[in-house]
């Protein structure tokens, strides 16, 4: 929230000069001193998380890949970041990483696509499809919580190691954890594996399997609740 409040002063500080005032002129009181709120609405915060220029994959997007589904949803999917043909078309998960998720939840599930809601840790690409740097990933994070807020799923898978370590600020490998639901401020965190690792080692298909099983029980049970 840091980036974002210094982000925000320094607007302000364009706004005062388009009006002819001068930088020395400008006293600490006159700016903002309580932390940068984001918008409360979905729609209000991507148009500013489309204008975020706070790190630097801003700088060779091509698209913000804010996220995509029912604002409703009780179950969201957080990925790590965009790979080429998300960066390409501005939606999450659209390659063959995507399809396989597409798979996962309308095949296990029993549910469209269209019902649940789909997001990454960071919302522009890292170059070569990397991970993202801590300092990426904690500049974005801000965007993806107050998605989280806003949405209010009962239940989050997280993709990947990336996307488990920073919900859950936990360094464990995805190995050991995925499967096992923790209790988070609002919603139950289910890891398991990102499908694009699924992707090149197919012998980890049973057991994020039985992961979605665990999702399609949990999600069962919260209903009848």
Same mark, same amino acid.
């Given at each position: 929230? !840091?980036?974002?409040?210094?982000?925000?002063?320094? !607007?302000?500080?364009?706004?005062?000069?388009?009006?002819?005032?001068? =930088?020395?002129?400008?006293?600490?009181?006159?700016?903002?001193?309580?932390?940068?709120?984001?918008?409360?609405?979905?729609?209000?915060?991507?148009?500013?998380?489309?204008?975020?220029?706070?790190?630097?994959?801003?700088?060779?997007?091509?698209?913000?890949?804010?996220?995509?589904?029912?604002?409703?949803?009780?179950?969201?999917?957080?990925?790590?970041?965009?790979?080429?043909?998300?960066?390409?078309?501005?939606?999450?998960?659209?390659?063959?990483? +995507?399809?396989? *998720?597409t798979r996962m939840i309308e095949k296990v599930l029993l549910i469209p696509r269209a019902q649940v809601y789909i997001a990454n840790i960071v919302k522009?690409?890292?170059? +070569?499809?990397?991970?993202?740097?801590?300092?990426?990933?904690?500049?974005?994070?801000? =965007?993806?919580? !107050?998605?989280?807020? *806003?949405?209010?799923?009962?239940?989050?898978?997280?993709?990947?190691?990336?996307?488990?370590?920073? *919900?859950?600020?936990?360094?464990?490998?995805?190995?050991?954890?995925?499967?096992?639901?923790?209790?988070?401020?609002?919603?139950?965190?289910?890891?398991?594996?990102?499908?694009? =690792?699924?992707?090149?080692?197919?012998?980890?298909?049973?057991?994020?399997?039985?992961?979605?099983?665990?999702?399609?029980?949990?999600?069962?049970?919260? +209903?009848?609740?």
């Amino acid at each position: 929230m !840091k980036n974002l409040h210094n982000a925000l002063q320094l !607007k302000q500080l364009y706004l005062l000069k388009q009006m002819g005032v001068r =930088y020395t002129d400008i006293k600490p009181s006159e700016l903002e001193d309580e932390p940068a709120q984001l918008p409360d609405n979905l729609e209000a915060l991507r148009a500013l998380v489309e204008q975020c220029h706070l790190c630097d994959l801003s700088k060779s997007r091509h698209k913000v890949v804010f996220g995509e589904g029912d604002p409703h949803a009780e179950l969201m999917f957080v990925g790590e970041g965009p790979g080429a043909t998300e960066d390409s078309t501005g939606r999450p998960f659209v390659g063959r990483a +995507g399809e396989l *998720l597409t798979r996962m939840i309308e095949k296990v599930l029993l549910i469209p696509r269209a019902q649940v809601y789909i997001a990454n840790i960071v919302k522009c690409r890292p170059p +070569g499809n990397r991970v993202p740097t801590p300092s990426e990933a904690l500049t974005c994070r801000p =965007y993806l919580l !107050k998605q989280i807020e *806003l949405i209010r799923p009962r239940i989050v898978v997280s993709l990947g190691a990336t996307a488990y370590r920073y *919900l859950s600020n936990d360094q464990s490998p995805i190995s050991r954890v995925r499967g096992h639901p923790i209790q988070m401020n609002g919603y139950l965190l289910v890891p398991t594996f990102h499908p694009s =690792y699924l992707l090149r080692n197919p012998s980890a298909k049973k057991e994020a399997f039985h992961d979605m099983l665990l999702v399609k029980e949990l999600l069962e049970k919260r +209903g009848k609740a």
